[in-house]
């Protein structure tokens, strides 16, 4: 049966209380590999492999976003800064940057992360994959 | 739907990619584009690289100076540590992008005892990303061109060559390397190529290209006769150097790294052709090293405008730049690939089929895996195999049976962690 074939299927991959202490968690399933983020109260799942290179995009680091701090009435910045609100996700390859609850590059909004539909079902998080 | 429970021993947790992580796990996605697209390949990674800082002690000790082995010693025993005698400016080394790319200066874990790292930390590299030979250069040493010490840039590349040759080439008939070449004294560069021209696994000579050195200059015109004589090429390897006064205007890493690695080599081809060195030195094999495609058309295309215009200050040009520069070599790291029609173009002039020679930069920051020729959709089956290891065959006279384990049996030796 070719992949495009196989039907969604549903598979739990353990507590929300007990991953979300985690913040972040990447599996291989089968051979299908995820990464599950926690932020907040927010949950998101995704495709580990960069759209880039292919490479393990969610076993990198998580940062804050970088900002360029500009001053509105005067125009001038005063350099880069850190928005310690938000997250990151950094591609270990190459530096590729994707917001984590959004899943797009942090420049080019082209560029995305391929999501994988996660929910808590009875207390567990379960992913829905292809 | 009702969720289905896996058996567990069906879900693998996937460890957080850092500097301690084995290149083999790293690398794993690697070695399934490997499984996936070229195990059959014959491929050559023309410009992968030491991380020598983690070895500068073997290094210095091999410094034949009494005077700057003993200072390099001292250094390394206090302030400059694994940077003594260099002129690299470690808060200006902002390559890994403030500890988000954690590759570029890893230390290889689980090194098997009576192993070098750097020798394992390469084998595993050339497993991973299925590689049958791989070429190595220095990292920090490729500032040496700026250092204001000339007989420090001779010491040092003594040394380095000594301990790259004579050290680590044995361990492993895969890797192979360029004599570095301390190009501020011309007169060392003579003896090293004398003393290398025949040494088996020296396949050419480099010169970092981050100087200020005219390289058309009378005083290398032995060397280059030298070279020629060899019958190996000469590479010149670009880098960067934020104290070059044009690049202090720039106040971000990515840009200065984006225009100087384009800038020195650019200089160099410049000086090479309107001085007429390729008539000069006709079977000098040239090769650049490391500074992508993109400035290769621009310069064709800049340098024929030139010279049509001003033929008087090129007389001993016979043909257009363009021809020259389309009979050189050139390694494709970092390729720039976000626009494909300019990327076709910028192939089908330089005759990347033949001239243009697959590298990774491995392990630095910006480096490409064998896929990014692969997986190009205008190229035919037989230039990406040309471009990833036959140009390099035939450039450095490689034995082209292959040398790599197959990817299924990397990965079932280490199913990575990635």
Request: hydrophobic share 40%; proline share 6%; charged share 25%.
């Amino acid at each position: 049966m070719t992949k495009a074939n196989t039907p969604p299927r549903q598979v739990s991959i353990g507590t929300y209380e007990g991953l979300r202490t985690k913040e972040r968690v990447v599996l291989d399933i089968d051979g299908q590999s995820v990464g599950v983020y926690f932020l907040g109260d927010e949950i998101r799942a995704w495709h580990n492999t960069c759209p880039h290179s292919g490479g393990p995009v969610c076993q990198g680091k998580t940062v804050a976003r970088t900002l360029q701090a500009v001053d509105a009435a005067t125009g001038k910045s005063p350099g880069l800064t850190l928005d310690r609100s938000s997250r990151m996700i950094v591609c270990p390859w190459h530096g590729f940057e994707f917001d984590l609850l959004t899943g797009i590059h942090a420049v080019d909004t082209k560029t995305r992360l391929r999501p994988v539909p996660v929910a808590v079902v009875d207390g567990d998080v379960v992913l829905t994959l292809g | 739907m009702r969720p289905t429970q896996l058996d567990k021993a069906r879900i693998r947790e996937l460890e957080e990619i850092g500097t301690r992580s084995d290149t083999r796990d790293v690398l794993a996605r690697a070695t399934m584009q490997a499984k996936r697209d070229y195990d059959d390949y014959f491929v050559v990674d023309i410009d992968a690289h030491v991380s020598e800082d983690h070895f500068w002690g073997e290094v210095i000790e091999l410094i034949d100076n009494e005077y700057l082995r003993d200072l390099g010693q001292s250094q390394l025993r206090s302030f400059a540590g694994n940077n003594a005698l260099l002129n690299i400016v470690p808060g200006l080394s902002h390559q890994s992008v403030g500890g988000r790319i954690t590759h570029q200066g890893r230390r290889e874990p689980d090194v098997p005892q009576g192993e070098h790292p750097f020798v394992v930390a390469a084998q595993r590299s050339m497993d991973a990303m299925g590689l049958d030979y791989q070429i190595v250069f220095p990292s920090a040493m490729l500032l040496l061109g700026m250092h204001p010490q000339d007989e420090v840039e001779v010491a040092l590349a003594r040394a380095f060559n000594r301990w790259t040759v004579e050290r680590i080439l044995p361990m492993d008939e895969r890797l192979k390397a360029f004599v570095y070449l301390p190009f501020n004294t011309p007169e060392a560069c003579e003896a090293l190529v004398a003393q290398y021209a025949d040494a088996k696994d020296v396949i050419g000579f480099t010169v970092c290209s981050t100087r200020n050195n005219a390289i058309h200059a009378d005083c290398y015109a032995r060397l280059y006769a030298m070279i020629e004589e060899s019958g190996k090429p000469l590479a010149f390897h670009s880098g960067y150097h934020w104290g070059d006064p044009s690049f202090a205007q720039l106040n971000r890493f990515a840009t200065m790294h984006a225009l100087s690695f384009t800038h020195y080599n650019q200089i160099h081809v410049s000086n090479w052709l309107f001085n007429a060195m390729p008539e000069r030195f006709p079977k000098l094999k040239m090769l650049w090293v490391e500074s992508g495609l993109a400035w290769i058309p621009f310069l064709m295309q800049r340098l024929d405008h030139e010279v049509l215009m001003r033929p008087s200050e090129a007389p001993g040009m016979k043909r257009l730049p363009s021809e020259y520069m389309a009979e050189m070599w050139y390694t494709s790291q970092p390729m720039e690939r976000t626009n494909m029609e300019l990327l076709e173009a910028t192939m089908k002039v330089m005759k990347a089929e033949t001239q243009l020679l697959y590298s990774s930069d491995w392990p630095h920051w910006d480096w490409d895996a064998p896929s990014v020729i692969t997986t190009l959709p205008f190229l035919s089956d037989q230039a990406k195999r040309n471009i990833l290891g036959l140009n390099a065959a035939r450039l450095f006279n490689l034995d082209i049976k292959p040398k790599k384990p197959r990817a299924d049996a990397v990965l079932a030796t280490r199913p990575g962690r990635s």
